[in-house]
């Protein structure tokens, strides 16, 4: 009966490590590395796998492109095939958010409205100026690529005064 309690246990906890993201993300990160090192010559990431910035920017363009004749830049992959990911994105969080019973319509004033757009429009804009999204930076700089090491020092300074700011805000507010 101990035994199985020890089992039980070590069952228990290996199944709490799992849960933790960062376990996650190494493994995953270390798998994805040994199968490209083993299955794909190495020269450094030909596709973007999930990147919101460079798939808006090729279904923007590719859109674009097919109402206006003109020749806008596309991935490779692009060309090919469509990228969808983004609207596969915005379908998949409404229909959880629906199921989950998390989906609320924010009530707010036009600048708020306004404010949130031009939020996104500079996301996008400076995701494409470093030339990827934080995925695709870690990759490159895993290549050795040290432009993406500064991409990604600017995301994580940005995160730092975006929470600062917030922090301010929250005590000024006495929340």
């Given at each position: 009966?101990?035994?199985?309690?020890e089992?039980q246990?070590?069952?228990?906890?290996?199944?709490?490590?799992?849960?933790?993201?960062?376990f996650?993300?190494?493994?995953?990160?270390?798998?994805?590395?040994?199968?490209q090192?083993?299955?794909?010559?190495?020269?450094?990431?030909?596709?973007?796998?999930?990147?919101?910035?460079?798939?808006?920017?090729?279904?923007?363009?590719?859109?674009?492109?097919?109402f206006t004749n003109?020749?806008?830049?596309?991935?490779?992959?692009?060309?090919?095939?469509?990228?969808?990911?983004?609207?596969?994105?915005?379908?998949?969080?409404?229909?959880?958010?629906?199921?989950?019973?998390e989906?609320?319509?924010?009530?707010?004033?036009?600048?708020?409205?306004?404010?949130?757009?031009?939020?996104?429009?500079?996301?996008?804009?400076?995701?494409?100026?470093v030339?990827?999204?934080?995925?695709?930076?870690a990759?490159?700089?895993?290549?050795?690529?040290?432009?993406?090491?500064?991409?990604?020092?600017?995301?994580?300074?940005?995160v730092?005064?975006?929470?600062?700011?917030?922090?301010?805000?929250?005590?000024?507010?006495g929340?």
């Open positions: 009966m101990e035994i199985k309690l089992e246990d070590k069952n228990e906890s290996i199944l709490r490590v799992m849960r933790i993201p960062m996650l993300g190494l493994i995953i990160g270390i798998l994805a590395a040994l199968i090192a083993l299955l794909i010559s190495a020269g450094g990431p030909e596709a973007y796998g999930f990147c919101v910035a460079c798939h808006t920017r090729d279904l923007t363009n590719r859109v674009v492109n097919s003109s020749e806008l830049g596309l991935a490779p992959i692009s060309i090919v095939t469509p990228v969808l990911t983004i609207v596969g994105v915005i379908i998949g969080g409404y229909i959880a958010a629906i199921k989950h019973e989906f609320k319509i924010k009530k707010g004033s036009y600048f708020s409205y306004l404010l949130y757009f031009l939020g996104g429009i500079a996301v996008l804009t400076f995701a494409l100026f030339g990827a999204c934080p995925y695709r930076l990759l490159r700089f895993a290549y050795g690529d040290l432009v993406a090491l500064i991409g990604i020092f600017s995301i994580a300074g940005g730092a005064v975006g929470v600062a700011l917030l922090l301010y805000r929250m005590k000024r507010r929340i």
